[in-house]
């Protein structure tokens, strides 16, 4: 088993790995040697996903479902098991893991930025192998040679500061006109990332996880 061969089991679907790290006793996960974490592909992973039946059956939760019916063949396939960021409590700890990758950091704003999505990374779940894989020695925080980091002054109404998420004040933005910007297109702070916006992820994916996070608030 190589990360290689990972990746191409992951391709086929829109998904590619984030980083992997080897795990250790405290880890408490048994028959796991490594920890793969998986996430979107881009540009493509959208099109692929509106593509699939959990998307057009009109059941909720169709990306959840998505995650789980993929990454449970996938890891099947491999020899080992899918672990996933929902279906808790009790919930696996998706940001420690992403951080022990030494792909992914806690950005100037406080969300965690990745070497190659930057602020638009995020997680389907995460493959658990027996196999304790070579791994690849990790690239350099972008963060530290971003001299303007526009993160900092993006947000309209200042809701991540690095210390803290406002969400109310980030929920009462999005519920006015010129909120629509953020709910229709992504997080400003996401979107002015130097890396996210090489990444080619499409704003109808950012305005659909945008709908996720603003509807119960709504309701």
């Known amino acids: 088993m190589s990360l ?125 192998l027996p196999e304790r894989l070579d791994l690849p020695a990790p690239p350099p925080c972008p963060c530290e040679t971003c001299e303007r980091k526009p993160c900092l002054s993006a947000c309209p109404v200042d809701a991540l500061n690095g210390g803290a998420y406002d969400i109310p004040t980030c929920h009462a933005y999005l519920d006015t006109s010129e909120g629509a910007d953020c709910l229709d297109q992504g997080c400003a702070v996401r979107r002015v990332c130097p890396i996210s916006q090489r990444y080619g992820r499409v704003a109808a994916q950012s305005a659909y996880h945008m709908q996720q996070f603003h509807a119960p608030h709504q309701r």
């Open 4 to 128: 290689s061969a990972v990746k191409t089991a992951l391709a086929p679907h829109g998904l590619r790995d984030f980083g992997a790290f080897l795990t250790t006793p405290e880890d408490k996960l048994a028959d796991s040697g490594t920890i793969v974490m998986v996430g979107p592909a881009e540009p493509g992973f959208w099109a692929h996903y509106t593509a699939s039946p959990e998307y057009k059956d009109g059941a909720p939760d169709p990306m959840n479902r998505w995650s789980t019916r993929v990454l449970t063949k996938v890891a099947k396939d491999l020899g080992g098991r899918a672990l996933f960021p929902f279906g808790g409590p009790p919930y696996q700890p998706f940001i420690a893991w992403a951080q022990r990758t030494g792909h992914t950091w806690q950005s100037p704003v406080g969300l965690l930025v990745n070497a190659d999505a930057g602020l638009m990374v995020s997680y389907r779940g995460a493959l658990a």
